[in-house]
């Protein structure tokens, strides 16, 4: 290598966060044990990607904008290869979708389209946290995309244990006194109501009006990241904390990365708050996240909002019904899971001490519980002498915790990987766990 060398040391100390090395670990061992079976990543299967025609999404789009919208051919060419506006092109078609599958009512101008649910986050905390006297809240173990951000930004986060039963809610309580009588103050509070990622748990609907009220009381906003939901059955779906009374205080977050494609990067905030301006007129929050998405993306690729639009449009306007199939695939894929769980590790199985997991009934994760640590020095041992690949739970931990713990993604396998690396999981734990 040539050049000036830079030092590490001299580089912005948010670097040093253990949390934004989390990706980069995983990717590495990844890349070290190519024939493992892996259950570390969360990444959509890749079965569906087959049927996707970006052309002719695109042209399904071109076609609504002409006929539905009355524009000309050039001017469509005009908004989907010229730079567009930071709030989006598809916020119609957003807004729509969020109306037919969740019940949520919010106008169009509400609903930022962004580049992937990352974006949105980054918008969301970077408009919302002023100083240092205003905390971020978080379902403790957390999304590290949520954590990162929050890193990036300075942001200091408090953990809210999210067990396997609920929210600790006397500890939510504990927080904002604590934040208040040292002058803080709870500002937010991001929370994954449906299958959160990394532990899978579910927000039972009581527990929900319960945080809509605490969130009332303490005067803080509910950020509510929604990219599991569409893995609910029918049958058990609940309505967002968007949709439910009290859903004013709430900023919704969405993706199509698990519904649609990861590769269109594309995602949306609905922000419908109320701000006033220091002239006396009320806009949107969403104006705000726009104002500062200008500065960051500028605008989500137009492109890839015509290729989301078009898929919207074929299945009449509903996400719901865009990722039927996909979600039916993942509901088979985490019964397959627990059921070679149960098998492998369950009683009458010469079942390790002390192995336990959760039975989330969606979303593409399990909560598997140890009676030693599951750390890298393990995860090292199991990819190279099983075979088999894990995340270490204590990744997603604010501070520390987690530690016995480890995350089982079932996404992206199909059943027999799945079926066979359990078996490989249940060969290493028999053999630390005796
Ligand atoms: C809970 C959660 N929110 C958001 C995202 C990121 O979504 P996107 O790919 O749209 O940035 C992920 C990705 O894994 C996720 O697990």
Known sequence: MTGKVLERESLHACLDSPVMGSITFLNEVMGRFPDAISFAPGAPHTAFFDDIDIPLHIARYRRYLEEERSLTPAQVDRLLYQYGPSRGLINELVAQALRTDHGIDVPEESVVVTVGCQEAILLVLRTLFTSSRDLLAVANPCFVGLTGAANLLGIDTVAVDD????????????????ARASGSRIRAMYVAPDFSNPSGSRLGLAARHRLLAVAEREDFLLLEDNAYAFTATDAAALPPLKALPGGERVVHLGTFAKTCMPGARVGYA???????????????LADE???VKSMVTVNTSPISQAVIGGILLQHRGSVAEAARAKSELYQRNLRVLLHALDRHLGEGARAPAGVSWNRPRGGFFVRLRLTVPADEPLLERSAKEFGVLWTPMSHFYIGSGGDHQLRLACSYLDPEQIEE????????LRAVCP
């Open 163 to 178: 067990t396997e039963e609920c929210l600790d809610f006397a500890q939510l309580d504990e927080v904002c006194r604590r």
């Open 270 to 284: 609905v922000a419908d708050q109320p701000v006033r301006q220091p002239s006396g007129g009320i806009g949107l």
């Open 289 to 291: 996240l726009a104002t």
């Open 421 to 428: 690396g359990v078996h490989r999981l249940a060969r290493l």
